[in-house]
Nanobody, 125 residues
Framework: QVQLVESGGGLVQAGGSLRLSCAAS????????EAWFRQAPGKEREFVAA????????YYADSVRGRFTISRDNAKNTVYLQMNSLKPEDTAVYFC??????????????????WGQGTQVTVSS
């Protein structure tokens, strides 16, 4: 089992920045691909970004590429999502997810084995 706990959400004005953190415990963190998803009210949960086990490769949704950066610190069992130039449409609950390492990245929710409880991000206009 892997336990994931997100933090760092909050209220920010459009154009501002936030950094989300996801602390992992349980099985060896460095064996897992990590990802961020988000879910806005009334919408499906959608993929945001993913990072491979070593942190050497990343993948982003088109809607956040160039504004968000995913990173990880395997020594601290933590994955981060740096969010810059935030827009009101980024408002959502953000979830951290983990999947057993496999080739490539998946943007499909069902590909991920473990999930955090989510942290709210609200961007005001």
């Amino acid at each position: 089992q892997v336990q994931l706990v997100e933090s760092g959400g909050g209220l920010v004005q459009a154009g501002g920045s936030l950094r989300l953190s996801c602390a992992a415990s349980g099985r060896t963190f460095s064996n897992y691909v990590e990802a961020w998803f988000r879910q806005a009210p009334g919408k499906e949960r959608e993929f945001v970004a993913a990072i491979n086990v070593s942190g050497s490769r990343t993948y982003y949704a088109d809607s956040v590429r160039g504004r968000f950066t995913i990173s990880r610190d395997n020594a601290k069992n933590t994955v981060y999502l740096q969010m810059n130039s935030l827009k009101p449409e980024d408002t959502a609950v953000y979830f951290c997810a983990a999947a057993v390492a496999r080739p490539g990245f998946s943007i499909v929710r069902s590909s991920y084995d473990y999930w955090g409880q989510g942290t709210q991000v609200t961007v005001s206009s």
